[in-house]
């Protein structure tokens, strides 16, 4: 564990791509949920026709990065919990937008059946590695689930001053500085949203 500490911690994770990647442990890239770090790029190479690689197309001579198109805009769910508040609307509401649920346990089955939505990814004991790569994306966060919070996460995104969302059944802020919505009216949290997004967009 010490090891993977001073992976986390170092400013080689997330700004490298090494040449040659041998995955050790039973945490296989092709497996199901597996958590693995380069598990996107090792899927990308899988999914190259041998002509490209044997004839050198423009395909190979690009980066991962260059030719995987990324979201619009990303948030998260950290959670101790499978009740999320309208979470099967709001990802339908919110397709420019993709959602990353994580979680310190095995998911329920209906967090996973979740996983038909295209902009859903999800995070089973999740790594320090999963944790820094998705509040790095971050555009906003939801505190929409239900129960306990999940450590000090409220916290930690205010101080990277990023809006928080939340219903009025879900909030864990006790500062005040969440934009809390009715759990009865959904459709207001995500024209809220929508216009957040919209501010971003122009100042870019």
Known sequence: MSGNREWYQSDYYGNCEPKIIHYTSEFKPWTHLTLTRFRKLWWFYYGLNWNDVLLGTDIIRRSFRDLVRAPLY????????????????????????????????????????MQRFLNLSIYPNFSPFNKNETLDKMDFYLDINHGGVVGTIVEEISD???????????????????????STEPEKMVEAIRKFLGVELSGK
């Open 74 to 113: 990303h948030t998260c769910i950290f959670t101790n919990s499978a009740s999320l508040e309208s979470i099967e609307y709001l990802l339908s509401e919110l397709p420019e937008v993709h959602f990353t649920i994580l979680a310190p346990t095995n998911f329920a089955d209906s967090v996973v059946d």
């Open 160 to 182: 990277k001053n990023k809006p928080i969302f939340a219903f009025d059944n879900t909030s864990h802020d006790s500062s005040g500085r969440s934009r809390i919505f009715s």
